[in-house]
């Protein structure tokens, strides 16, 4: 038979002396702790830890870890994977941020999940019998307006290994409120680029420019060049059928794509912005507008403030501290943590962006 497949989304990130079975299949910016895992996996929770839990016998997985734990990695990842792209003609886009239309995508996804989990875990637990419609508007309940209740659940995920031990979510109603902000601050971030690119200044300019119909479409990572699934099938509809007969056009269309990617980008941004909240196309006013690019400063700068909360950490651990003598040498060996450049940058870049954010609010009006 054939070989199996591990299958991984972007910035998938195993341990050291990592054993994971076939198959296996990853969403997004998933991080693997040190350990020999027994069974296959299907972690489909983009951004989060898996750990097997071996003295419990259980599996944990911790969905948003990258955000509420380790945001100084995450962050500086986007550069260093810049950097690294020695292309001499970049003329693929490569996504390099971790928000992007397939990340996104896959926090949607996770968020539809994790709000039947948490309700089944509610219904087990004061054994009551909910449906398929009262169990997605229970654990949406749970989640964002009793998160504290969620937390003292015990939330299993089935079907995540192929085992029978159990599979714990942990942390699961923080992982949704930053899932869901994060969205916010994803559609906001490319709405803001798109009024720059195209010198738009006020609501009734924007108005126009807005999709029509914004619909949140499916999207493929085709070697890093992100592109949404239907043109995907479309390639490979026109390859089948001869339409497409040669690599010089299969590269036409790559570079077709990617000359449109910025655009494509936006029109799911818009659409996820909409649908994070349950607005439609006519319901999306001038205040409205307004209110979500406040919130997607708050998280701006809650990012920022993580950034170095997470990187600060590594300072104040004394098992790091306790090969030097001192906090001088310490500083002088691995750099202090004042004059960290990426930190800088980060909270430099932020302040330029909220500023920008506060001027496209005072140009709406």
């Given amino acids: 038979g054939a070989d199996g ?54 599996l944990v997985v911790m969905p948003g870890y990258w955000f509420l734990y380790n945001m100084y990695a995450l962050a500086r990842n986007v550069t260093k994977y810049e950097s690294r792209d020695k292309r001499t003609e970049k003329k693929q886009v490569f996504e390099y941020d971790f928000l992007a239309p397939d990340s996104v995508n896959e926090m949607f996804d996770a968020l539809a999940k994790m709000e039947m989990l948490a309700a089944e875990a509610y219904a087990k637990a004061s054994r009551k019998s909910l449906t398929g419609h009262q169990l997605a508007k229970t654990g949406r309940d749970l989640l964002q307006n009793r998160p504290g209740e969620a937390e003292g659940l015990e939330i299993l995920a089935p079907g995540f290994e192929n085992s029978n031990r159990k599979v714990q979510l942990v942390k699961v109603p923080e992982a949704c409120r930053v899932f869901r902000e994060l969205i916010i601050y994803y559609g906001i971030t490319e709405l803001m680029r798109y009024m720059e690119e195209n010198h738009i200044r006020h609501w009734d300019s924007l108005q126009k420019k807005l ?21 995907v099938q479309a390639l490979i509809r026109n390859i089948r059928s001869g339409t497409i007969n040669s690599w010089e056009e299969i590269h036409a269309f790559y570079e077709k794509k990617s000359a449109d990617y910025h655009t494509e980008k936006f029109r799911h941004a818009f659409a996820s912005l909409l649908e994070i909240r349950g607005l439609s196309r006519s319901g999306f006013s001038k205040k409205i507008l307004v209110q979500l690019i406040r919130e997607a400063m708050a998280t701006r700068a809650w990012m920022t403030q993580n950034i170095y909360a997470s990187r600060a950490k590594d300072y104040q651990n004394p098992f790091r501290a306790m090969v030097y003598d001192n906090d001088k040498e310490m500083d002088k060996v691995i750099g202090s943590l004042a004059d960290n450049q990426f930190i800088r940058q980060q909270r430099e870049e932020t302040a330029a962006w909220i500023k920008k954010a506060e001027v496209m609010i005072l140009n709406l009006g």
């Fill in 5 to 58: 497949e591990i299958i991984a989304g972007r910035g998938f990130w195993p341990g050291l002396c990592v054993s994971l079975k076939h198959n296996s299949k990853f969403a997004s910016f998933i991080i693997i702790a040190k350990g020999d895992y027994p069974a296959e996996l299907h972690i489909p929770l983009p951004f989060s830890l898996v750990n097997n839990d071996v003295t419990h016998d259980k």
């Fill in 211 to 231: 999709p029509k119909k914004p619909v949140r479409q499916p999207w493929r990572n085709i070697g890093a060049q992100l592109m949404p699934a239907t043109q």
